[in-house]
């Protein structure tokens, strides 16, 4: 069964940090973009980060030059590094990426089962 494993979510207070890591489970053929999305409840999910495989990056006005995203191939992975966090930072966040194993003939979207950062003020 495919899985995109997420860790690194937890509760910090304000001004804290905190890193975020994804990665699939299985043997990975390759891996196309990849991002970073969260949610709050009651409201719609909303992208945070975004990475190409060629390491282009994307990133809500929100989050600007306090968050960083980041993958290392080699790994499969993904992190979200997320410094100065606010409480309006606090959600569920869900990483999302294009995945083809070996033997399949396109890449498939899959979503992570999502990590909870609560930002204290």
């Known amino acids: 069964q495919v899985q995109l494993v997420e860790s690194g979510g937890g509760l910090v207070q304000a001004g804290g940090s905190l890193r975020l890591s994804c990665a699939p489970s299985g043997r990975v053929f390759s891996i196309g973009a990849m991002g970073w999305y969260r949610q709050v409840s009651g409201k719609q999910r909303e992208l945070v980060a975004g990475i190409t495989s060629g390491g282009s990056t994307n990133y809500a006005d929100s989050v600007k030059g306090r968050f960083t995203i980041s993958r290392d191939n080699a790994k499969n992975a993904m992190n979200l590094q997320m410094n100065s966090l606010k409480p309006e930072d606090t959600a569920v966040y869900y990483c999302?990426?294009?995945?083809?194993?070996?033997?399949?003939?396109?890449?498939?979207?899959?979503w992570g089962r999502g990590t909870q950062v609560t930002v204290s003020s």
């Open positions: 999302n990426a294009d995945i083809r194993y070996y033997g399949w003939s396109s890449n498939v979207n899959y």
